[in-house]
């Protein structure tokens, strides 16, 4: 039996103070009621219309019925909930807007500034609605430190929107309190790879491994050590996630939650068995030198073919001019990307995941409405209606082609079926600093 050590919440809500400690002391000296962000206040720019067929196809969709007296809710992230700049409005938007007159206000920050700025608001009386668990950094530190609010008296998962999700959504619960409405897991890592650069140089198709239940470590290494050549700059892997993508693919997360406890897996011998996998390719001068080219990695030599695997977001396949979005990685009908390979030892392939989910603020002033939007999420989710114009959009906007969308459904298919969520960033700032970058660093 694997030993695991279990936390308390009150032992682990006394370790955990200093996250918010930080953030309100992170701005020169000023505290969190004078952070400067990087957005205005306000909707960003409005949402483009969805074609008329799509919008007759979301018309389709059933929700729940919500009598919304407050139409607004405000949400706090790096990102827009508003699609801008040309993209395609989604369909849980679509839902909120039309059928509940629903409006979301953006207060969009930088990435250190999203605590100092939810600090600052929860504080003053101002908060906002809701807020993004898609980092992994919120739960559950956020929660002990009475930045969320738990959100069972809003949404009832026992309903006909949520029942199939709640086995996921217990995943996020702290004295027996849900705090996160997951819609969905979703990838955090996946190998994208060039299909002309594997076919030039002989290798098997991963997609193909993976469809034939033969893509595991094993398999990876062989074509990583034949596609290596120092002497010609051919390096096997680069990247940031390759360290927590193969550790968590053994179905061990650093640290997880069970039964609300925080639990300590580090010294899991499949953990230490993911590390001598890693140690290898080091050890074999397989790793692209980051060292060598200023700490930047590349992920334009996997489409030029010096690269085999870089390993990244999901998020990657769903952009096409940023520093690491698909164009990087050659023309999209060049484009093969696959789970992490399963652990030899695992008794499953499981997929490094995070969640397409959000967290109720505390002091939200519309609560009510965050709800019709979950309701609104978890619809359109679960919809062939929003599929199939999700599909279209990816077509149309990302130039992706019929395979790429099968290897899609056949990788979150597995996700399904076997998400490793892993709570390292969530936990405390000092656990994130003692995992996240030793791990780097000890790899490269």
Known sequence: MKRKKLFSSAAAAAILLSMFTACTQSD????????????????????????????????EISTKEFELENKKITFLATWARNPANGKNKDVAIELFQTRFGGEIEDIVVGDSERYDKLASMVSTGTSPDFFSAADSDAFPMGAINNMFQPIDDYIDFTDEWWSSRKEINDKFVLKDKHYVATISPEVEVLLIYNKSVIEENGLPDPYQLLKEGKWDWTAC???????????????????WWITSGFCNS???????????????????????????????????????PVWDYGWVSNPANVGVGKTLFYPTGYWALTELNSEYGLAKYGNPGEVGFVPIPKCPSADALYVPARVNGYMLCS????????????????AASDSKEAEDITKEQYFNEYGWTDEMWEMRQTMYDLLEEHPVFDFYKGVSLATFDNLDNPAKDAYH
């Open 363 to 378: 002091g939200a002033p519309n609560p009510e409405g965050f709800a019709c939007m979950m309701y609104c999420e978890a």
């Open 28 to 59: 020169g000296g000023n505290g969190g009621g004078n952070t400067t962000t990087t957005a205005a206040p306000g909707t960003t720019a409005p949402p483009s219309t969805m074609q008329e067929e799509q919008q007759s196809q979301a018309e």
């Open 221 to 239: 290494m062989d074509m990583m050590r034949k596609f290596c050549d120092k002497s010609e700059e051919n390096y096997a892997t680069d990247g």
């Open 250 to 288: 053994t179905g061990v997360p650093f640290i997880g939650m069970q039964d609300g406890k925080i639990v300590n897996n580090v010294r899991d011998s499949l953990i230490a068995e993911a590390q001598e996998f890693l140690y290898t390719i080091r050890k074999e001068d397989m790793a692209y």
